[in-house]
């Protein structure tokens, strides 16, 4: 009897408890959040937070370029990772997911700490970048363009703000010439090269009068759009204008002329292994955006396997089409030399490309309920505009920004109208479906929709799980019939997806086995038959950015494979929506917690 009472009563005390309270971990990490942001104001500007909105405090300043703000980064960076160590969230599921989430942004940024040159960047894609600028990036081309399409100008204290920042350029690029300067002293000097591309984007910012100055013309679009008041806007323009002039120019210039004292010391070698400690920082970039345990020469040989087998595919339907003669590369680049396939290199040509390319975003959004469960169907917008003239000879041929934190801005989906001869029509669908849905749009959408996750981890950036995503939704898209009756439109899908193939092979034949630029540039033209200008700016991206190309293929295969696991698993009970439902509803993270959350459905 006593046992018996015992058990009952027993049973009786776990039927009547509370399941565990949520983990309260929104405070520590919503606090390392601010402190990381305080540091990173950029960020914070494009990502919408509050103390960035309506002219806040970090809408008013660049981040602080200069070696002393580059070991602030790297010291709260240090702190996150020891306010990180204790905190346990045995209990919670979703709190012990949010946990891991953050332990692993913070430790991909601290991976090459010990490298002392180039800049960290804890909420980007593009890892530890080793030099300031490039013709890919930097703040002489991130500060502006935020500046430009990103940060408000919807109220008075917003362009207050706005100006105050570009009256700020004085201080902000002094700075980014100091770093210049200590990382060469500390003994990375750029590939001459990137040095050299970087002045004439450098010369578009001084070019013209200041009054059609791209800054300036978006600032008077954008305030008129918003609908303040005429007197206001005259006001702020003449401010924008003499602030400008007066500080915003002369640092740029200041900037130009340090870049050009710097191109006879440039490198000519083309890849990382040059720098001190450039295995090292590599490593940590392999590692941190590649997502994988893979090492360059592994990485290297999947690469050379995965364009074997594309190639050979897509040999098969050129070979349908009569196209039998010449390599793969050859042959497609000649359909892309096929007038037919260009869209004219004039305001009605451009104006037609966006349209198709925003036709094809709007069908597949109609297709959403088939993607994803319902819950998880994105209510943010999507918006498809060309590339600033001024942005466009170091922008990729596309691109994608997502929303802000509150939707207050859609995304944007941009299409680089440089080279329109690059941008063949067979290319259009696939980009629409990477950058735009179900790639990277509906992933950032369905993200940025966890209100209730901790501000750092709906920031967290993940690169191999974001950019596979993306490739991955290419191939979904095909898997949903959208090339059945364009033949031309699949083989530009897989015409892209040996291009990224290729990137692995690439990016390690770079930065691992030595190739130079020339050698790098014409392996890429020879494989893809992708044209020359478009060839050449990816090989400098991947010298500015080592290890990012990898994870497009590397995110792309994990997450295949990690189908196929599910699918053998649930065997009849396998549904597509599902799945997808599991990849995206808790935002980005790395491959392996997502493969632990998965498989454990």
């Not at 390319?357 to 819950?375: G, L, Q, T, W």
Request: hydrophobic fraction near 45%; include cysteine; glycine fraction near 8%.
């Amino acid at each position: 009897m006593i046992g018996g009472a015992l058990v009952v009563t027993a049973f009786a005390s776990r039927a009547a408890a509370k399941p565990p309270p949520p983990c309260p971990l929104a405070t520590p990490l919503d606090g390392i959040a601010d402190d990381l942001l305080a540091l990173m104001p950029e960020a914070a500007t494009n990502a919408g937070v509050l103390a960035a909105q309506d002219g806040g405090p970090l809408a008013r300043r660049m981040d602080d370029y200069s070696p002393e703000g580059e070991a602030a980064r790297r010291a709260a960076l240090a702190i996150a990772r020891d306010r990180l160590a204790p905190l346990s969230c045995a209990e919670d599921p979703v709190g012990a997911l949010n946990l891991d989430i953050a332990r692993a942004l913070i430790a991909n940024a601290n991976r090459s700490a010990q490298v002392p040159y180039g800049r960290i960047d804890v909420f980007g894609f593009s890892g530890h970048v080793p030099y300031l600028v490039t013709p890919i990036g930097g703040p002489h081309i991130d500060t502006a363009a935020i500046m430009a399409e990103q940060q408000s100008l919807a109220s008075p204290a917003a362009v207050d703000g706005w100006i105050e920042k570009l009256d700020g350029f004085g201080k902000g690029f002094a700075g980014v010439i100091e770093t210049l300067r200590a990382d060469e002293a500390a003994g990375c000097r750029a590939p001459r090269i990137l040095l050299e591309h970087s002045r004439p984007v450098i010369a578009a910012f001084l070019a013209g009068p200041a009054g059609q100055h791209p800054l300036i013309e978006a600032m008077r679009r954008r305030m008129a759009s918003a609908g303040l008041d005429p007197r206001l806007r005259a006001a702020a323009e003449k401010r924008a204008v003499a602030a400008l002039e007066k500080r915003a120019r002369p640092a740029l210039a200041a900037l130009d002329e340090a870049v050009a004292d710097m191109i006879p010391r440039g490198r000519e070698e083309a890849g990382l292994w040059a720098q001190p400690q450039g295995d090292a920082l590599y490593a940590a970039n392999v590692r941190a955006l590649g997502d994988t345990p893979l090492d360059p020469a592994a990485i290297h040989a999947l690469g050379e396997a995965q364009v074997r087998e594309t190639s050979a595919a897509m040999d098969g339907l050129l070979r349908r089409r009569g196209l039998t003669k010449g390599s793969v590369a050859a042959r497609m680049a000649a359909l892309a030399r096929d007038p037919a396939n260009i869209y004219p290199d004039d305001a009605a040509g451009h104006a037609r490309l966006l349209e198709t390319v925003a036709e094809i975003v709007r069908r597949m959004e109609d297709r959403y309920a088939e993607i994803v469960p319902a819950a998880l169907i994105p209510r943010q917008s999507i918006e498809v505009r060309p590339v600033p003239d001024a942005e466009e000879q170091g922008a990729a041929s596309g691109f994608y920004d997502g929303p802000t934190l509150d939707g207050a801005r859609p995304g944007t989906l941009w299409i680089n109208l440089r080279d329109m001869a690059g941008m063949p029509r067979f290319r259009l669908p696939t980009l629409a479906y990477h950058e735009g849905v179900p790639g990277h749009h509906l992933q950032g959408a369905v993200a940025l929709a966890l209100t209730d996750r901790p501000l750092l981890v709906r920031l967290a950036r993940f690169n191999a799980y974001q950019e596979g995503w993306a490739l991955y939704a290419e191939q979904l898209a095909a898997e949903m019939g959208a090339y059945t009756y364009d033949p031309l439109g699949n083989l530009g899908r897989l015409q892209d997806d040996l291009f990224r193939a290729a990137r692995l092979v690439v990016d390690t034949g770079l930065h691992h086995k030595r190739w130079t630029r020339d050698e790098a540039i014409a392996w890429l033209r020879d494989t893809t038959g992708v044209s020359e200008t478009r060839v050449a700016a990816e090989v400098e991206r991947y010298m500015a950015w080592p290890g990012q190309a990898l994870g497009y293929k590397l995110g792309e295969l994990r997450l295949i494979e990690l189908r196929r696991r599910w699918r053998r698993a649930k065997g009849r009970h396998y549904n597509r929506k599902a799945f997808h439902g599991l990849v995206l509803g808790s935002g980005a993270m790395p491959l392996d917690l997502l493969e632990q959350k998965v498989l454990r459905v």
